[in-house]
């Protein structure tokens, strides 16, 4: 085989290899928590409501977390909650209202770090390729555990959702991928800023 197919074949694999990694991500239908939790489902809200929503659940605990913000246009009305939730029976374990005095500076601060148009992590691949000098694809970071976060958005007129898993870890090895810290920041800002009331392990 030439050397230069070998190449194209292994680049090709670990692509693919992220795609597939990435499907595993979404391990919960957070749909259905939202309909146990009576909030409006990312794909069926109505109205000229914008919902940015995050689902932060580490691997290795019972619980899962949710931060729900919704804001009307012009931010007439805007809320943060924040939920607790059982993994296995769906049940909110406590939850709490964040109040805001500026909600459009919550608002800009996510837009400026393009929360509603950042990739899914599987279309990263090629940004996390690396080679050697004899030209040997060598897998990027493969993490296990760790904490997922599904971020989801909607504006009036469609939603959409992605994943990323540890971006803390990931952010650390590839800093000139600015897709892993547009993430970092979103995350930091709404775990620190927001009256964060639950410890996580930040990965």
Known sequence: MKPGLFL?????????????????LVAFDYEAFAHNLSIK?????????FIYRVWIT???STSLYLINIESTVFY????????????????VISQYSVPITKPNEVIKFLTTNN???LPNYSDLGPKMEKTVEEGVIIDPISITD????CFQFRNQYSSRQYVYHCPYAYKKEYPKISEFTNVVNIINYLTKNLTWDFKLIKC
């Not at 489902?41 to 409501?49: E, L, M, P, Q, W």
């Not at 007439?76 to 049940?91: A, F, G, P, S």
């Not at 760790?146 to 976060?149: F, L, M, S, W």
């Open 8 to 24: 194209i074949l292994l680049v090709g694999l670990n692509v693919s290899n992220l795609r597939s990694q990435n499907k595993n």
């Open 41 to 49: 489902r990312i794909d069926s809200a109505k109205g000229d409501v």
């Open 58 to 60: 580490p691997t290795l």
């Open 76 to 91: 007439k009305e805007t809320t943060i909650r924040v939920y607790e939730i059982d993994k296995q029976t769906q049940e």
């Open 115 to 117: 929360y509603s148009v």
């Open 146 to 149: 760790g904490v997922n976060y």
